[in-house]
C-alpha cells in the first residue's frame, strides 16, 4: 500500500501534501488502500470549567441577644446549650428553632488563608470567594 503522493483531494479538489491519510479540508481518506474506521468520532463539545470548591461547616452564628439585642458571635457546638451574653449577663438557651434567635449571619474559617468569614444566610450551599484570598469554598446546608 503506497502512502499519498499528494495532489488534489478526490473529494473537493483542494491540493494536499503528500502522506497525508486525510484531507484538511473535506477529512475524506486520500489512499484509496485504505477503509474508512468503522468508530464514528463523536461531536466536540466543550465542557465546564470545573473549580475545585472545598465545602465548610457552619462555625458558628451571628445572633441577636434576646435580653439587650446587641449582637453576639457563637460557636456552634453550642447549640443547644445554655449560653450567656458577655453584655447583658443575660442566660438564654441556643435553639435556632425559636424565632427570637434567628442567625442574623454565620462565619466560616478561610481553609485556604485561615481568615473569620462572615456572610448572610443566603450564600449557604452557594459557591464563593474568600474576601481575603479569593479561595473558592462553600458553606454545607
Known sequence: MPPWLGGPC????EVMPERLIHCYS???LLNTDL???SVEIPEF???KEIEPVVE????GYYLNCPHCSRELRVNARFSGKPVTCKQCDGK???DLDL???QPVGIYVYCPHCNDRLRMALKYVGINVACKACTGRLQVAK
Open 10 to 13: 478526490p473529494a473537493c479538489g
Open 26 to 28: 473535506c477529512r475524506a
Open 35 to 37: 477503509e474508512p474506521d
Open 45 to 47: 463539545i466543550p465542557l
Open 56 to 59: 465548610l461547616p457552619i462555625r
Open 92 to 94: 438564654f438557651m441556643l
Open 99 to 101: 424565632p427570637q434567635l
